[in-house]
């Protein structure tokens, strides 16, 4: 790559970077504009010259922003809430991680304890020690929620502005995560997996947010890009 082709395809990449637009309309801009360089180009002009006369990246993006303002893709900072949730499950992960290993600590000290019992004692306390300590189930649904809370981040970042092949990625990490939040409790079989218990009066009723999490985000990804496969077979008709 020669340094001016370097020079253009920085001048490109700045200019994606600032467009607050749709993918496909990314991609439709940065196309033309490097039509417009290669043409000025061969007008006998240099490429110093050429990025002078267009302006900088930023006053370039900026234009195009304004001007296909309705197609401007406005952030939700909601977004900014499935962040934060996925730094308390990382935190409550860690946590969790250390009382495991804490409680395998003590099975093991206990059954060493209890070396000189009989054959049935000791494979009853071996037995509880892997039962609880396993912790695969809480494992899979916290994996779960964080694949739920990512799809729930891009889904907020580009709303419904966004490509059909981005909405196809966002339903596969929810899709990813349901099954993780589904495989928790199966194979957990025992309640140790991440959950919400409430109580209302006297019944205990227990959730998956995962589960639900990536059901939601699974549904709203499908309909977005059910509705921007609508209406681009609208625009070609």
């Known amino acids: ?32 504009i490097g039509t417009e360089i290669h043409l000025k180009l061969e007008e006998g002009k240099t490429v110093d010259e050429v990025l002078a006369e267009l302006g900088s990246p930023e006053e370039v993006a900026e234009r195009f922003n304004e001007e296909f303002s309705d197609y401007r893709i406005r952030k939700s900072p909601v977004r900014f809430l499935f962040l934060f949730l996925i730094v308390l499950i ?21 059954e060493n304890l209890i070396g000189g019992a009989d054959g049935p004692t000791s494979i009853f306390v071996a037995g509880t020690a892997v039962g609880n300590g396993s912790g695969a189930g809480y494992w899979l649904t916290s994996a779960g929620l964080i694949l739920g ?14 490509g059909k092949k981005q909405y196809l990625i966002y339903a596969a990490i929810s899709a990813a995560g349901l099954i993780l939040s589904i495989a928790g409790p199966l194979i957990s079989g025992t309640g140790d997996y991440a959950q ?12 998956i947010p995962g589960f639900i999490l990536n059901i939601v985000t699974l549904v709203i990804s499908l309909r977005w890009m059910k509705k921007r496969e609508n209406g681009h077979s609208s625009s070609v008709r």
């Open 90 to 110: 990382v935190l409550g992960a860690v946590q969790y991680g250390m009382n495991l290993w804490q409680i395998r600590r003590k099975m093991a000290g206990i």
């Open 196 to 207: 919400w218990i409430m109580l209302i009066g006297t019944t205990t009723i227990e959730v």
């Open 149 to 162: 809370c990512l799809a729930g981040y891009f889904l907020a970042s580009c709303g419904k502005k966004g």
């Open 1 to 32: 790559m020669t340094e001016e082709q370097k020079k253009i395809k920085k001048y490109v990449n700045a200019l994606e970077r600032n467009l607050k637009l749709p993918s496909k309309m990314k991609a439709r801009i940065n196309g033309d």
